[in-house]
């Protein structure tokens, strides 16, 4: 009975979160980690750990992929370098500094530096979750930033805690070693799989059946990049990116609704869940916390926080201009941001699960069967420092409005530009269309004066003119011709999607621009079909 206690509390904690979340504006994650923690005061569920290996194998290869999944490849482009950099460098730096503030505390540097690994990366859920109210392109960047770093930092983290226990020496060589594993493994795992699984989906014509094979994608990547000690998480974000590019054409537009309705609500559910484990999780590093007392756990947890923050922030002014110093080219100079975009996203570096499930599964002893000093203090400081970080979330509306960055009004822009440039193309290829479809000409004409009227309220800039509804009078006389009504109608919505892919290709459009109208198409297509999402 504890295990459905403990599966209906956690809905009702994210529930609960949820709903006074929307009524105060409260970032719903910071009340789930709220609630974890009170519902830890309850006797019968402090029995209740989180396996790091539940963490690692079941909520991140799915929460990750859909992360990828819905990452913008334009906008990843245009900020590589400096993902790159805050991918390795900034983690890298980032370790040291923990570890460095962790021994001055009293902890062994072995043990420091696995907690310098463990906390080094941000987490893409937390970002996700928490970051909503940054503008889009400081969202865009952490997003990729905490896709791509968890390789570095479990690279750090695995070292550490080799060297720590006593199973390997440290060395250049096989650092770098495991860092061209890691990386390279994982990618080339990520891309077989999304390769295997692009032509698997494209033999399933049931919707049902291709939403499984979608589940098991990035599982299996996964699994193959952690079966060649590669890293399984640049396998499921290298195998989102790419289905992420290859779904629109591969997919149908039933399977994509009932996908996107089943990863948005199951994506929510993991992610709340795991926000409330986190702060149940908490209190069991309280109670377990035996190397230090409480009073001086917590100024550690403090202090590497503040480490943190300051980490991110320096790097954030220091390699940016170092880089302007050696790259004076316009191209970079295209690329500069203001000082209050370098400090929103200096503070918007949450930890999560990953952080976590490092700090946990941190072994008990070493390779001599001594205990691993400090495992405790390990743990709880992991857990303080997610949880206290997840409070930068009510300080960022305030930074977001001191750094009065400019409107962003590209993806509302580039939303009318393809929709207009969609309904033209089809317009004009509406005459070859109806010949080879042998369309009445009644229909033809009454379909071109529909378009066209949405076009001139396109150009006129009607919010709502990618609408593919006709009016009543017109839905009367078509009743008789419905057959051809329809087919006419499906192969316009299969042009303009031939439209918008097009535009998503020549990079004139981003992939939120393409999904934003494709799901409007899909809708509108399943509706003229009259396809069943499920048999």
Same mark, same amino acid.
Request: proline content about 4%.
């Given at each position: 009975?504890?295990?459905?206690?403990?599966?209906?509390?956690?809905?009702?904690?994210?529930?609960?979160?949820?709903?006074?979340?929307?009524?105060?504006?409260?970032?719903?994650?910071?009340?789930?980690?709220?609630?974890?923690?009170?519902?830890?005061?309850?006797?019968?569920?402090?029995?209740?750990?989180?396996?790091?290996?539940?963490?690692?194998?079941?909520?991140?290869?799915?929460?990750?992929?859909?992360?990828?999944?819905?990452?913008?490849?334009?906008?990843?482009?245009?900020?590589?370098?400096?993902?790159?950099?805050?991918?390795?460098?900034?983690?890298?730096?980032?370790?040291?500094?923990?570890?460095?503030?962790?021994?001055?505390?009293?902890?062994?540097?072995?043990?420091?530096?696995?907690?310098?690994?463990?906390?080094?990366?941000?987490?893409?859920?937390?970002?996700?979750?928490?970051?909503?109210?940054?503008?889009?392109?400081?969202?865009?960047?952490?997003?990729?930033?905490?896709?791509?770093?968890?390789?570095?930092?479990?690279? $750090?983290?695995?070292? /550490?805690?080799? @060297?720590? #226990? *006593?199973?390997?020496?440290? =060395? %250049? !060589?096989?650092?770098?070693?495991? +860092?061209?594993?890691?990386?390279?493994?994982?990618?080339?795992?990520?891309?077989?799989?999304?390769?295997?699984?692009?032509?698997?989906?494209?033999?399933?014509?049931?919707?049902?059946?291709?939403?499984?094979?979608?589940?098991?994608?990035?599982?299996?990547?996964?699994?193959?990049?952690?079966?060649?000690?590669?890293?399984?998480?640049?396998?499921?974000?290298?195998?989102?990116?790419?289905?992420?590019?290859?779904?629109?054409?591969?997919?149908?537009?039933?399977?994509?609704?009932?996908?996107?309705?089943?990863?948005?609500?199951?994506?929510? $559910?993991?992610?709340? /869940?795991?926000? @409330?484990? #986190? *702060?149940?999780?908490?209190? =069991? %590093? !309280?109670?377990?916390?035996?190397? +230090?007392?409480?009073?001086?756990?917590?100024?550690?947890?403090?202090?590497?926080?503040?480490?943190?923050?300051?980490?991110?922030?320096?790097?954030?002014?220091?390699?940016?201009?170092?880089?302007?110093?050696?790259?004076?080219?316009?191209?970079?100079?295209?690329?500069?941001?203001?000082?209050?975009?370098?400090?929103?996203?200096?503070?918007?570096?949450?930890?999560?699960?990953?952080?976590?499930?490092?700090?946990?599964?941190?072994?008990?002893?070493?390779?001599?069967?001594?205990?691993?000093?400090?495992?405790?203090?390990?743990?709880?400081?992991?857990?303080?420092?997610?949880?206290?970080?997840?409070?930068?979330?009510?300080?960022?509306?305030? !930074?977001?409005?001191?750094?009065?960055?400019?409107?962003?009004?590209?993806?509302?822009?580039?939303?009318?530009?393809?929709?207009?440039?969609?309904?033209?193309?089809?317009?004009?290829?509406?005459?070859?269309?109806?010949?080879?479809?042998?369309?009445?000409?009644?229909?033809?004409?009454?379909?071109?004066?529909?378009?066209?009227?949405?076009?001139?309220?396109?150009?006129?800039?009607?919010?709502?003119?990618?609408?593919?509804?006709?009016?009543?009078?017109?839905?009367?006389?078509?009743?008789?011709?419905?057959?051809?009504?329809?087919?006419?109608?499906?192969?316009?919505?299969?042009?303009?999607?031939?439209?918008?892919?097009?535009?998503?290709?020549?990079?004139?459009?981003?992939?939120?621009?393409?999904?934003?109208?494709?799901?409007?198409?899909?809708?509108?297509?399943?509706?003229?079909?009259?396809?069943?999402?499920?048999?």
């Amino acid at each position: 009975m504890l295990a459905l206690t403990v599966i209906v509390v956690i809905g009702a904690c994210v529930l609960g979160s949820g709903i006074v979340g929307n009524r105060t504006g409260i970032a719903p994650p910071v009340l789930m980690l709220a609630a974890g923690v009170l519902v830890g005061f309850v006797p019968r569920l402090r029995a209740v750990n989180l396996p790091p290996d539940t963490v690692l194998l079941v909520f991140l290869p799915a929460l990750l992929y859909w992360e990828s999944l819905n990452a913008s490849l334009r906008a990843i482009r245009r900020t590589l370098r400096g993902v790159v950099l805050m991918s390795t460098v900034l983690v890298i730096f980032s370790a040291a500094m923990v570890a460095v503030v962790a021994h001055a505390f009293g902890v062994p540097w072995g043990p420091a530096w696995i907690l310098g690994g463990a906390l080094a990366p941000t987490d893409a859920t937390a970002v996700a979750a928490l970051g909503r109210v940054l503008p889009r392109q400081a969202m865009n960047m952490l997003q990729a930033e905490s896709l791509v770093n968890d390789g570095t930092a479990l690279v $750090v983290y695995g070292v /550490a805690v080799s @060297v720590t #226990i *006593g199973t390997e020496h440290f =060395s %250049a !060589v096989h650092v770098t070693w495991l +860092f061209v594993r890691s990386y390279i493994g994982g990618a080339l795992s990520g891309i077989v799989v999304a390769y295997v699984g692009a032509k698997v989906r494209a033999r399933l014509e049931d919707p049902l059946l291709e939403n499984v094979a979608i589940l098991l994608i990035p599982f299996t990547a996964f699994l193959l990049a952690e079966a060649i000690q590669a890293s399984g998480v640049l396998a499921v974000v290298a195998c989102g990116l790419i289905m992420g590019q290859l779904g629109p054409r591969v997919g149908t537009p039933a399977v994509r609704l009932l996908s996107q309705g089943f990863w948005t609500l199951g994506t929510y $559910v993991l992610n709340g /869940a795991l926000f @409330v484990l #986190i *702060g149940l999780q908490s209190q =069991s %590093a !309280v109670r377990n916390l035996t190397s +230090f007392d409480l009073a001086r756990a917590l100024s550690l947890v403090a202090a590497v926080c503040g480490v943190l923050i300051a980490a991110r922030l320096t790097f954030q002014f220091v390699v940016v201009y170092a880089i302007r110093v050696l790259d004076r080219r316009a191209s970079q100079r295209a690329r500069r941001v203001s000082h209050g975009f370098r400090v929103i996203t200096g503070l918007a570096g949450f930890r999560g699960a990953v952080s976590l499930a490092a700090a946990l599964a941190v072994p008990n002893t070493l390779h001599n069967g001594e205990p691993l000093p400090d495992r405790d203090v390990i743990v709880f400081v992991a857990a303080g420092v997610i949880a206290a970080l997840m409070l930068q979330a009510f300080a960022l509306p305030p !930074v977001v409005r001191w750094a009065d960055l400019p409107e962003d009004t590209v993806i509302e822009s580039e939303r009318r530009m393809a929709t207009r440039t969609a309904a033209e193309e089809a317009l004009e290829a509406l005459p070859d269309i109806a010949s080879t479809l042998g369309t009445a000409p009644e229909i033809i004409e009454m379909t071109r004066r529909e378009y066209q009227k949405r076009l001139n309220l396109s150009r006129a800039g009607d919010p709502e003119d990618d609408s593919e509804d006709i009016d009543d009078d017109a839905a009367e006389r078509l009743r008789a011709f419905d057959e051809q009504y329809r087919s006419l109608r499906l192969a316009l919505l299969g042009n303009k999607r031939a439209t918008v892919l097009r535009l998503r290709s020549e990079h004139q459009i981003d992939d939120a621009v393409l999904r934003q109208i494709q799901a409007k198409l899909d809708v509108e297509e399943v509706r003229l079909s009259r396809t069943q999402l499920v048999q």
